[in-house]
């Protein structure tokens, strides 16, 4: 079992910045790859962001260029650095994690953090 804690939601101007943070805990050994995932309302969710146990990383079109995301597994912590906000980054923000556990993968999330974009 792992549980996910999101930090640093707020409302944020356009052209601002926020820096999200997720606190894992529990069985944090077997996390390998974790993510960002947003939901607007009415908006299906979607991925943001995703870094691999290697560092790797990935982003959607629409966030290249301006966020960030990284990990330190000393702490157990994953961030998304957010710069240039628009409008349009306005969501719930969700950490993501999954575990291969009994021959299946499990899906891990937090609770999400709520980002507002003012114009």
């Known amino acids: 079992q792992v549980q996910l804690v999101e930090s640093g939601g707020g409302l944020v101007q356009a052209g601002g910045s926020l820096r999200l943070s997720c606190a894992a805990s529990g069985s944090t050994g077997s996390i390998s790859a974790m993510g960002w995932y947003r939901q607007a309302p009415g908006k299906q969710r979607e991925l943001v962001a995703s870094?691999?146990?290697?560092?790797?990383?990935n982003y959607a079109d629409s966030v290249k260029g301006r966020f960030t995301i990284s990990r330190d597994s000393t702490k157990n912590a994953l961030y998304l650095q957010m710069n240039s906000l628009k409008s349009e980054d306005t969501a719930v923000y969700f950490c993501h994690t999954r575990l291969f556990v009994r021959y299946a993968w499990n899906n891990y999330w937090g609770q999400g953090t709520q980002v507002t974009v003012s114009t």
């Open positions: 870094i691999t146990g290697a560092n790797s990383t």
